[in-house]
């Protein structure tokens, strides 16, 4: 079993920036892919980012490339989502998720999930 505990979200005024950290306890993340996902108000989640076990391979959804970032310390345990010139329709809440895929995109492919942490961008 893989939990989950995800910060540093929070009310940002557009073009601001923020950095989601996701915290692993009872396994190492060393056996995982990571990805944060995003589901805004009457939307569906998404993938926003992902990082494969060892940090080499990475996905954005597109709407987010050149804003996001994603990285992993394996050391640490914690995966991070770097977010910067932020817009109103980045407005969601955020989870971070593990899979024992090498990386993965879909919802479905993920194993464990935290509860997930409010980003609210202002116009």
């Known amino acids: 079993q893989v939990q989950l505990v995800e910060s540093g979200g929070g009310l940002v005024q557009s073009g601001g920036s923020l950095r989601l950290s996701c915290v692993a306890s009872g396994r190492t993340l060393t056996s995982y892919g990571m990805g944060w996902f995003r589901q805004g108000p009457g939307k569906e989640r998404e993938c926003v980012a992902a990082i494969s076990r060892s940090g080499g391979n990475t996905y954005f959804l597109d709407s987010v490339k050149g804003r996001f970032a994603i990285s992993r310390d394996n050391a640490k345990n914690t995966v991070y989502l770097q977010m910067d010139n932020l817009k109103s329709d980045d407005t969601a809440v955020y989870y971070c998720?593990?899979?024992?895929?090498?990386?993965?995109?879909?919802?479905?492919?993920?194993?464990?999930w935290g509860r997930g942490t409010q980003v609210t961008v202002s116009s």
């Open positions: 998720a593990a899979t024992t895929y090498l990386i993965g995109i879909g919802s479905d492919e993920y194993n464990y």
